[in-house]
């Protein structure tokens, strides 16, 4: 009881990279709360699965492992979590903010009628005083998101009813292996205790699934574009930068808009969270909205012909100029530097 839950999602027999971010942040409030990390397993062929998810800081992994649950499906998986959480009776739940977790968590809220905070990007643990009954509540999991359009920080809390559930958006926290020798407890659960026909009125005739084309999620280096490129002709010199330091090219939520870039490059609080070692910033104001998906990358160069541009706040390196000049520049004396 009152303790850490992670839903972990199965890619492919692996879990997936969002559930291991999940665990290193799971274990770090875990450790602020005293209290046990949990993982929940659903799949089918998850033999060794464990061995995925312990380095990571898991004391126990719950494992249903039947064919029923593979692929995916929102009935029986939604059954067999509620009715563990309705059992174990954890203080926090987390899941992924992907198609999944999106799609899981509010039927685990609804069924247990508690609060769910989506797209979280931060989880912390504090103390709240309501202000009209003076009521203290201790070690409550402080929910952090944008919101109003990306234009606030908000923190939300659930002091009154448990657990209290989040989904994260990928790549937000970062994924750390807490030791590899970390073993834990293998609960093997009966899928049929929770699970009933009507859990399997729909059924799956045929699936298909398009693989990403575009991975920037994992890239080392990321050169990215805003509206100040000018134009989708001007990003070919980001194209061209990228493949001299072997990185890819992302852009700016107006970038998109602006057509200059496909959606699936996009970075920012509706695009993907980055975190590469450099990020090379070109004609990109820095709103709130694209910040929160790339202000935890190791290093960051801002080029842009204004001073007072946002992005130059949180920069380690600004470079005041016309991009169309500068670029051209840093990939001449890259490749003068290397040979």
Known sequence: MDNIFVYCEIEDG???????????????????LKCRLEAVVLGNGLKGVEKQVFPFGADVIHIADDKRLTPYQTLPHASIVSGLFRQEKPCIGLFGATSVGRDLAPRIASAL???????????????????????EYKDL?????????????????????RPQLATVRE????????????????KLLDAD???????????IIERHIEKRKVNIKNAGVIVAGGYGVGSKENFRLLYDLAGVLGGEVAGSRAAVDGGFIEHERQVGQTGVT???????????????????????????????????????????????GDLTEIIPKMIKYYQKNTK
């Open 113 to 135: 009628k508690c609060g769910l905070t989506a797209d979280c990007t931060a989880l912390e643990i504090g103390d709240h005083t309501e202000s009209k009954t003076g009521k």
């Open 171 to 186: 790549g937000v926290m970062k994924k750390e292996v807490y030791s590899d020798g970390h073993q834990g407890e293998v």
């Open 14 to 32: 692996h879990v997936a990279e969002v559930s291991l971010e999940l665990l290193s942040k799971g274990r770090f409030l875990a450790d602020r």
């Open 274 to 320: 980055v975190r590469p070692k450099l990020y090379i910033a070109c004609g990109i104001s820095g709103q709130i909205q694209h910040r929160a998906g790339m202000d935890q990358s190791a290093i960051i160069i801002s080029i842009n012909n204004d001073p007072e541009a946002p992005i130059n706040q949180i920069a380690d390196y600004t470079i005041i």
């Open 193 to 203: 205790k929770w699970l009933g026909d009507s859990d399997f009125i729909v059924n």
């Open 141 to 161: 999991l402080y929910q952090i998101r944008p919101a109003f359009g990306g234009n606030i920080i908000a923190t939300i809390i659930n002091p009154e009813t």
